[in-house]
């Protein structure tokens, strides 16, 4: 089932030519379509469905610096100012609130990796602060579990996953981006090794420069183009409960289930840490490649081998551009939940909270989520292919840091001096074959 999400209208005409394409309505391509415009260049924005439709209105709506790889957290920490200044100049509510996030933990190991983590962050000017037992307690009231400690950061934010990204879009649009939905880019059009325009179902657009920000669908684009780049796909569940007491504000993660209060009253809640990999001819190719990341995370991850196996074996790689293309034969990915996950879940946030135990579930969702093999996105252009640039492989993680991603990608694609390095996201690292592990605390 799709959780709703607010839409907006698309513009009739397709420009005959831009100076950016940005491929993708999601967070990260809203995102850099502003920044873009804000710099004074025309842009046309790009969706197959409609904008928001696919992860960015379906992930728990974090907006976390914590925990995040040394390489993020300057990118983080320019997310989190952007989220306000950006709903500012939209003029529209995206739901963001600073309400700070908290992480609990029943393992010393754990709380001691947090302890270093926290050191790091202070250096990059984030402040986040290692909790006693006693002082979990007085942020989770009622809470029964026995902990040994937390981690809080109260800069950390929460925004409406069904609202943020339309209302970017509307920033956007202000500043002039043209947004074109159920409009799929079939591929690149290129003139002596250059993008030299963008092949979509209602014409071409003629432009020097290209963003892809296709989320789970970016791989398959680039591969039309021999491109490589590896990234699984791994389906995620997740749920909206009925109206809850005021046992906390912001986001909770514990060992077990993680929860966000929602505007209406109620919260976001799933199961940490689980998914279903889909098993697809990509994923052997790049087995090496993944191999550690997935030893890191396999507890919580189940495997499944079918449809979308032989759906990618069918649609090979060489579709014709004057014809419907894979893209236009799914407008919005919409993997069912897994219910065991929802159910799961309920049951372990009552049994640890029993104020909580009249809460049910309103409603249960699937996504799919891209992930790079060392969980670090791609933000980069692509050498092969002059005038190309991903900003992709969000690994779970892109919606909260997607303000300032879209931002770095539009100073990427212009070259303008960057918001900060870029050399964490390049394209080459996830090509040359080496073995990559996660360095993510969550
Ligand atoms: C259950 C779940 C929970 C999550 N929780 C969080 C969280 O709390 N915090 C956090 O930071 N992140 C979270 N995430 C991850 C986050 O949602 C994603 O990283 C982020 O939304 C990625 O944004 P995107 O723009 O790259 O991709 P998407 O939002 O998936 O957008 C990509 C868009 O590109 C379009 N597209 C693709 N190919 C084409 C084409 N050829 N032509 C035209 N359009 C095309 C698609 O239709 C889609 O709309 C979660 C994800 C899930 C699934």
């Known amino acids: 089932m799709s959780p709703p999400v607010s839409r907006i209208a ?14 993708g309505g999601g967070v990260i391509g809203v995102s850099a379509a502003y920044h873009l415009a804000r710099k004074g260049h025309s842009v046309a924005l790009i969706e197959k469905g409609h904008v928001g439709a696919e992860q960015s209105s379906r992930n728990w709506g974090w907006c976390r610096q914590q925990g995040r790889a040394r390489a993020e957290i300057p990118l983080a920490r320019e997310a989190l100012r952007l989220w306000e200044t950006m709903q500012e100049d939209a003029g529209v509510d995206t739901g963001f609130r600073r309400t700070g996030i908290l992480f609990l933990t029943k393992d010393p190991q754990e709380l001691a990796a947090w302890e270093q983590w926290a050191a790091i962050a202070r250096e990059l000017q984030v402040h986040s602060t290692v909790l006693s037992p006693a002082e979990v307690a007085t942020r989770v009231p009622g809470n029964t579990d026995k902990w040994v400690g937390g981690l809080h950061t109260p800069s950390d934010g929460r925004a409406e996953p069904s609202m943020a990204v339309p209302a970017l879009a509307t920033g956007a649009r202000k500043h002039g981006v043209t947004i074109h939905q159920r409009c799929a880019a079939r591929g690149l059009e290129t003139q002596g090794g250059r993008v030299s325009g963008v092949a979509t179902e209602k014409g071409t657009i003629r432009t ?19 491109i490589a780049l590896p990234v699984g796909l791994v389906n995620a569940t997740a ?41 697809a001819p990509d994923l052997f190719r790049y087995a090496r490649t993944f191999w550690p990341t997935y030893l890191h995370r396999r507890k919580g991850l189940k495997l499944s081998f079918g449809k979308s196996f032989f759906d990618q074996m069918r649609r090979g790689t060489r579709w014709p551009l004057d014809a419907p293309s894979p893209f236009e034969a799914e407008r919005v990915r919409d993997p ?40 670090i996105p791609v933000i980069s252009p692509v050498g092969a292919m002059p005038g190309f640039f991903l900003a992709t492989g969000f690994s779970g993680h892109g919606f909260g840091i997607g303000p300032a991603a879209g931002k770095l990608a539009a100073d990427v694609v212009t070259g303008d001096t960057p918001l900060v390095d870029p050399a964490a996201y390049s394209h080459q690292r996830l090509i040359d074959g080496r073995p990559l592990a996660p360095v993510g605390l969550f």
């Open 10 to 23: 698309s513009d009739e005409r397709l420009p005959a030519q831009a100076d950016v394409v940005v491929i």
């Open 208 to 226: 020097h420069a290209v963003l892809l920000a296709g989320g789970a669908w970016s791989s398959l684009f680039c591969r039309r183009h021999g």
């Open 239 to 279: 749920c909206r409960t009925t109206p809850a007491p005021d046992i906390m504000d912001g986001a909770l993660g514990t060992d077990l289930y993680c929860i966000r209060r929602r505007l209406d009253g109620g919260f976001t809640l799933a199961l940490r840490g689980r998914g279903t990999v889909e098993l």
């Open 336 to 375: 069912a939940p897994d219910m065991s996950l929802v159910n799961g879940a309920l049951a372990a946030l009552i049994a640890a909270n029993p104020t909580l135990k009249d809460l049910k579930i309103a409603e249960a969702w699937g996504g799919t989520i891209d992930c790079t093999p060392d969980t």
